[in-house]
């Protein structure tokens, strides 16, 4: 079955248009590789004709069309990070994943570098779609996605827009809409802040111009001052140790640029999260600092098929990696089961 399943993928699961990145082919995860599953380096592109960089993990026992998952975040990691692990341990529990970069990240193309978008980091998720949908591999009708951290609420954005996306997990969610205009705990709701950050992205832009580069705002504070928030720290426990630590990851190197960020303030993510109709799980820690953001956005879901699971005892970066073990896949894998059901042929019935 795996010499089958190697054939397959020569002929299918790429990207139609030239592959143009240079991807690195040795194993270089923050995690080790699993000997459950099959994994190979893959690319798509998007509507705007960036062309994605993603790992695709298939069980190794896989047999007929599979359930698919995208996966990607959090905001300022790579693939190689915690959407891989989350799509490798989801390939051990028989669902064929792609972790993929988001545009101007990582190994994914896009220029200029380390630049964000609430609409092109969302149509990334749908492009991850367009290409599992094509994918003889995969049963295009059982497609799912899982967003981390700030990709969360891309992912719900994604499923609001998106119908092919039959079910959503936000995992240690943030939306980033509402801290951009916000502040952290709504620090800075007024206009005057607003109107702060507004000069100070404009000031930014000009001179970017007038040097021809774009300035980076840096990635975790490294080294931690003796009076930085706890929830930093965790970030730095991650993202600045060899337990997360990644050379193409800009929260572990050098950041967003300055002005990667702007379109934020003035375009709200989860405007149209009452309208998913397709089923979604929000997964949060109890001591999370970030925990608001997943309650605000579960109270916008609508329907029977809308869950918030808030993990005990857990913060917002005990659900990147299995330090503490505490990241439910087990719930995940039955929550996919459960709505990426194959749907029964007219006459026949439904293979369980």
Not at 89 to 99: C, I, N, R, W
Not at 321 to 328: A, E, F, M, S, Y
Request: one cysteine or more.
């Amino acid at each position: 079955m795996i010499a089958a399943v190697a054939l397959v993928l020569q002929g299918c699961c790429q990207n139609k248009q030239m592959n143009t990145l240079n991807l690195t082919q040795e194993w270089d995860k923050t995690f080790p590789k699993s000997e459950l599953v099959k994994h190979r380096k893959v690319t798509f592109h998007n509507r705007y004709g960036i062309e994605l960089a993603a790992d695709m993990y298939i069980p190794k026992n896989a047999e007929g069309k599979l359930p698919a998952l995208a996966v990607s975040g959090p905001f300022g990691a790579v693939k190689e990070q915690s959407s891989g692990l989350y799509a490798q341990h989801m390939a051990e529990l028989g669902f064929l994943t792609v972790a993929f970069d988001p545009s101007y990240t990582g190994e994914s193309g896009g220029e200029p570098r380390r630049m964000a978008s609430p609409d092109i980091n969302t149509e990334d998720f749908c492009a991850a779609v367009d290409f599992l949908s094509t994918c003889e591999l995969v049963d295009p009708e059982r497609i799912g996605i899982i967003g981390i951290c700030g990709f969360g609420g891309m992912a719900i954005n994604a499923a609001a827009i998106d119908p092919r996306i039959k079910a959503t997990v936000a995992s240690t969610m943030y939306d980033m809409s509402r801290v951009a205009r916000e502040g952290y705990f709504g620090s800075a709701d007024n206009e005057e802040a607003r109107h702060a950050q507004r000069e100070a992205w404009s000031a930014q832009r000009t001179k970017d111009y007038r040097t021809g580069t774009y300035q980076r705002a840096g990635g975790v504070i490294d080294p931690l001052p003796d009076d930085a928030p706890w929830f930093v720290k965790d970030y730095h426990a991650y993202y600045k140790t060899p337990r997360g630590y990644h050379e193409r990851s800009g929260n572990s190197t050098d950041g967003w640029n300055v002005t990667g960020t702007i379109s934020f303030l003035n375009q709200p993510l989860l405007d149209m999260a009452g309208e998913i109709r397709s089923a979604v799980l929000v997964v949060h820690g109890e001591k999370a600092h970030s925990r608001y953001f997943s309650e605000g956005a579960f109270a916008r879901l609508k329907g029977d098929n809308k869950e918030l699971m808030i993990i005990p005892g857990a913060t917002h970066v005990d659900l990147y990696d299995d330090v503490k073990g505490v990241i439910p896949y087990e719930k995940m894998a039955s929550f996919f089961r459960e709505y990426l059901k194959s749907q029964p042929s007219e006459g026949t019935t439904e293979s369980k």
